[in-house]
Structure formats: C-alpha cells, structure tokens
C-alpha cells in the first residue's frame, strides 16, 4: 500500500469554524492532490500540488486553500467551513514518471453541522 | 472538455457470473486510462491501467479492461464475479497537462447476489 495517512479520519465541526485536514505521505513523491467526493459526482479536484510551496487550483476551489511546506506534508484548509463542504475528502499522491497512477489515502470523513 | 461517462449506476449480477461495466470519455489525444474500485469506507484502489499498447490490459484481482478507440470506450470485465467483488468502481482519465489531474466518471456500485 502506498504510503499515504490522512488525519483526522472523521471530524464534525460547526459552521463558520476553521478546519484543516492533513495529508502525509512516506513516499516522498512530487505530486499531491486533494479531492472530494459526493454521491452522484465521483471525485472532484480541489487543489493539488506539483511541489514543495507549487499549489494550483482544481475544479471546486472556492473556500478552500492549501499548504505544502514539505514535501511529505500536504493540507487543506476550509477558513470558514459551510454545509456544502460536509463530503469525503481524499488526498492522493503521484510520482513524477510517466504512466504512473495517484494513489490515494483511506479519505476524512467531514460533517458540518 | 475532457469527461468520463459511466452510464450504470448501479449494476447487479449473480456470484459466479460474468461482469462488464462501461466506461466512455471523451479526450482529445491518445488517452491514460484507469479503473479504480472502492470498497464502504475505503479509499480508492487501483485495478489496472492502460496508456499505450496493448489495448486490452490485465488487472488485479482477475480484472481486465478493453480499449477502444473507435468507440472511446474502456469497459471493464470479469468473467467470474466473487461476493468480495461487490463496491463502487470508478473509472478515470488523466489530463496531460503539467497537474496530472484525474478526471473521474461518476462510478457503478456493483451489487453481488449470492
């Protein structure tokens, strides 16, 4: 297994509160990403990462920001969490070399009540 | 733009019997595709992939997958399903810019009957 952990894996949270979810990987590849998913949706990209302080938006970026200050360390920020970001949240990892799949973490579960 | 399509959401075969799930994107060039699956509560794991050559590429746990140019299709089968076998399975392509960005169908959740 790749060797990505998320943390935490579950959250339940007010709205208006900052949230901020972790992504460390053991791998030590160039390319991070953070998606969520939704039932009818499959996974949408929110923001991803092409290297140590390299971020770029994805697809449904409004009310999120990202960090990466090491190359192992990859998080996402909601500054003021709404409802509509109550989903499952994904962080996936790429190697740099051509062909090769993300593979992605177990996911943080996030309820915003 | 760059889409997957998968027209099943939810598919239902007897244990023992034959599986094939549809996929179809549209791309411009010469695509990289993939088939996750994901069981309740995981995260996604890779079945196989294909980006060049053989247009029909062997997975893990007895997968496989058929490319198609000609009808932008890249469905996945198995000829025997197991019990085990029942998830949600995803189907991707790759955006060849420099983000390397999946671009992902909606998914079929596979139900197995005993």
């Known amino acids: 297994d790749a060797g990505i952990t998320q943390s935490p894996r579950h959250k339940v949270t007010e709205t208006g509160t900052p949230v901020t979810l972790r992504c460390h990987q053991t791998?030590?590849?160039?390319?991070m990403y953070w998606y969520r998913q939704d039932p009818g949706h499959g996974l949408r990209l929110i923001h991803y990462?092409?290297?140590?302080?390299?971020?770029d938006k994805g697809e449904v970026s409004d009310g999120y920001s990202v960090s990466r200050s090491k190359t192992e360390d990859f998080l996402l920020t909601l500054e003021s969490a709404t409802s509509s970001q109550t989903s499952v949240y994904f962080c996936?990892?790429?190697?740099?070399?051509?062909?090769?799949?993300?593979?992605f973490g177990d996911g943080t579960r996030l309820s915003i009540l | 733009a760059q889409s997957v399509t998968q027209p099943d959401i939810h598919i239902t075969v007897s244990e023992g019997a034959s599986l094939e799930l549809r996929c179809n994107y549209s791309?411009?060039?010469?695509?990289?595709l993939f088939w996750y699956v994901q069981s309740p509560g995981q995260g996604l794991q890779l079945l196989l992939k294909?980006?060049?050559?053989?247009?029909l590429v062997q997975g893990i746990k007895g997968f496989e997958a058929e490319f198609k140019r000609s009808q932008s299709s890249f469905n996945l089968r198995k000829p025997s399903v197991h019990w085990s076998d029942a998830a949600e399975y995803f189907c991707?392509?790759?955006?060849?810019?420099?983000?390397?960005?999946?671009?992902f169908g909606s998914g079929t959740r596979l139900l197995v009957r005993p």
């Open positions: 791998e030590n590849h160039r390319y």
């Open positions: 996936a990892i790429r190697a740099d070399r051509d062909g090769q799949p993300q593979h």
């Open positions: 294909y980006f060049s050559g053989d247009t």
């Open positions: 991707a392509v790759v955006l060849m810019d420099s983000s390397y960005k999946l671009i």
């Open positions: 791309y411009g060039a010469t695509p990289y």
């Open positions: 990462s092409y290297g140590v302080k390299d971020t």
